[in-house]
DNA sequence: GCAAAAGTGTTTGAGGTACACCCATGC
DNA sequence: GCATGGGTGTACCTCAAACACTTTTGC
């Protein structure tokens, strides 16, 4: 047992990781084993330990729970409503990262019943507040991608315009005009031509890019 | 006191309040009347109660230790890391907000001994790591000038286009081209003439405007 | 009349948008 | 030779930046 003079909040970190399945963003969730909320859907995530910092405690349970090694972390906003757990007071500082497309093998462990994929235009019932933390981690990617080296680290090391393109399409939900894309991602001076091609199938092959 | 199976850290929150003093650019600062840091400024701020959202108890410390009454409140950074307080483990949520030019009257109390305005650019040795988060509030300011409505918020409910001006050139620290300005902020369409003038000194009057 | 701040337009360059056709390949 | 996706250029518009003189007042 732990006793202050004070009562303390507990403090959880939450992860909200994109990637791009079938054309379309989606949304790493997994299935709570426990109560509250068993069953339920809800952003991996856990209480942080007390000598650790918030970032590496995001981390950390992404991994336990879903077998996920995150890359850059951004801080997304810290959720505090007093009613929004109902065991205790529990505030949680939201992550946000992104996993490239092809990295997205995921285990369900620790306190996760199961670990699944959504797609963010059909998202299940959520526990918690979780659906208002997706909804302002869509709102911050969509404001990031005009820095053109978000919509890249969706993919892999190589990609081709056409897919840089993709990823762009599918994390906006519209499309894009070709030609000002390439205009646009190439004045940028932030991707280089690696200098090879990939054929792949009855059309004009396609040069491959890299991230500078 | 109060007892759990594991350990829980502190939350507390703090709130960088803005304001433009003698041209310049100034935040409220509280000295600390308490240990750790006792004799050292920092921002105010303190630990959120166990039933009130994080929102409230940043507006309540404020309120208490400077008698600072904030207006809207944006949410800046949750700052986690494990040694940024010898007593415990302490997770602040900061807050930025701006206070009009004119309202700037303060009191200490609480647990401060001594609340003062101090210019960005000349700020004295800060307690913890508050030098980090008035960094960060202060790039998080120059983000938003652009919106053209936050440099309102440093002045009166009318105010001359100039003195706009003077409120952009002391956030940024920089001059502005006045004909630039004007038109930028007419075009916007986010303040309108309150149809009156001021009359200061010898030379011409201003025409008064306000936020719409 | 003079000091002091208010007010006013035009030119230029950069970057975004809209838009249609040819190219290289596999079958 | 045809289907498929890769690759290309131009005209227009909007917006930011640079830049200097006239107007209105108090004294």
Redesign the interface.
């Known amino acids: 047992?732990?006793?202050?003079?004070?009562?303390?909040?507990?403090?959880t970190t939450d992860v909200v990781v994109f990637t791009i399945r079938d054309g379309e963003l989606a949304v790493l969730l997994i299935e709570r084993g426990c109560e509250p909320e068993c069953g339920r859907w809800a952003i991996p995530g856990g209480?942080?330990e007390?000598?650790?910092?918030?970032e590496t405690a995001a981390r950390r349970e992404l991994r336990e729970e879903t077998s996920v090694e995150a890359g850059e972390l951004e801080?997304l906003?810290?959720f505090?409503?007093?009613d929004r757990d109902p065991r205790e007071?529990v505030?949680t500082?939201a992550y946000v990262t992104i996993l490239r497309a092809g990295q997205t093998s995921i285990r369900a462990a620790s306190d996760a019943a199961d670990a699944a994929w959504f797609p963010m235009r059909k998202l299940p019932q959520l526990a918690f507040d979780h659906r208002k933390i997706l909804a302002m981690a869509q709102d911050h990617l969509h404001a990031r991608l005009d820095d053109c080296t978000t919509a890249i680290r969706f993919l892999p090391d190589e990609f081709t315009l056409s897919e840089l393109k993709a990823a762009h399409e599918a994390i906006l939900g519209a499309p894009v005009d070709k030609r000002n894309f390439r205009k646009r991602m190439l004045a940028r001076d932030l991707i280089e031509a690696t200098g090879t091609i990939r054929r792949g199938g009855a059309h004009r092959p396609a040069r491959l890019y890299r991230a500078k």
Chains 1, 2 share one sequence.
């Open positions: 047992m732990y006793s202050y003079q004070y009562p303390h909040p507990a403090v209480f942080i007390i000598d650790e910092d918030l801080q906003y810290a505090g409503r007093p007071r505030i500082v």
